[in-house]
């Protein structure tokens, strides 16, 4: 069985400021693991995901996040928050041996609020 | 090339109706997935599709079911409409199963009264 637990279901920061979203995920195969952003009435878009490999991965928008097994987290990072991060993120865990991405557990989401 | 397109974008419905809705994957993606949006129960997948059969299935009742063309394009259907099944349904696409990356479209916005 897989899920994802994000903790915050909504993060304030400053313009400028450092992004951390929190992902925890518990899976029982190897897993494959995303964040996506949606915006209002959108739907999802990929930003980074981790399949095998290197642990630190980067994203688009200068997003990055780093796999760390022994924690079971795949938290979310950006150095500095630009007005336009503001949206819901999604962290996901699929079964890299079965479905993959075409079978997504999804976390219930964080809103990102930057304050000007 | 084009993304993955769901039409229509918003349906308004009435409970008891049934509803159709349609995705057309990216051109030479063969694997379709469908997702329910809800502020309640947050994205929940509800069935993948490949090569015109179902692989998985979420745990939805059987009012929910979808099919899958032989040119990859996918419908879901709802019948007998309640309204707890307002919802944005979401559509991605990947290559093939066991990908490690899916594409989503904008989504359908089911509103049922």
């Known amino acids: 069985a897989q899920s994802v637990t994000q903790l915050g279901s909504h993060v304030s920061v400053s313009e400028g400021a450092l992004v951390l979203l929190r992902c925890n995920y518990s899976s029982s195969v190897p897993p494959y693991l995303f964040w996506y952003v949606q915006y209002p009435n959108q739907g999802l878009q990929l930003l980074l995901k981790y399949t095998t490999g290197a642990t630190l991965v980067k994203g688009i928008n200068g997003f990055e996040a780093e796999f760390k097994k022994s924690e079971t987290s795949f938290h979310l990072t950006k150095p500095s928050a630009h007005m336009s991060d503001a949206a819901e993120y999604f962290c996901?865990?699929?079964?890299?041996?079965?479905?993959?991405?075409?079978?997504?557990?999804f976390g219930t989401g964080t809103r990102l609020t930057v304050i000007p | 090339k084009a993304g993955v397109t769901q039409t229509p974008r918003y349906l308004i419905k009435t409970r008891g109706q049934q509803v159709t809705l349609s995705c057309s994957p990216i051109?030479?993606?063969?694997?379709v997935s469908w997702y329910q949006q809800t502020p309640g129960q947050g994205l929940q997948f509800l069935f993948e599709?490949?090569?015109?059969?179902?692989?998985n299935k979420g745990n939805f009742p059987g009012r929910f079911s979808g099919r899958q063309f032989s040119n990859s394009r996918s419908e879901m259907n709802v019948s007998t409409l309640e309204l707890g099944d307002s919802a944005l349904y979401l559509c991605?696409?990947?290559?093939?199963?066991?990908?490690?990356?899916?594409?989503f479209g904008q989504g359908t916005r089911l509103t049922v009264v």
């Open positions: 599709y490949f090569s015109e059969t179902q692989r």
């Open positions: 991605a696409s990947s290559l093939q199963r066991g990908s490690a990356e899916a594409f």
């Open positions: 051109s030479g993606h063969r694997s």
């Open positions: 996901a865990v699929s079964d890299r041996m079965g479905s993959g991405a075409n079978n997504l557990f």
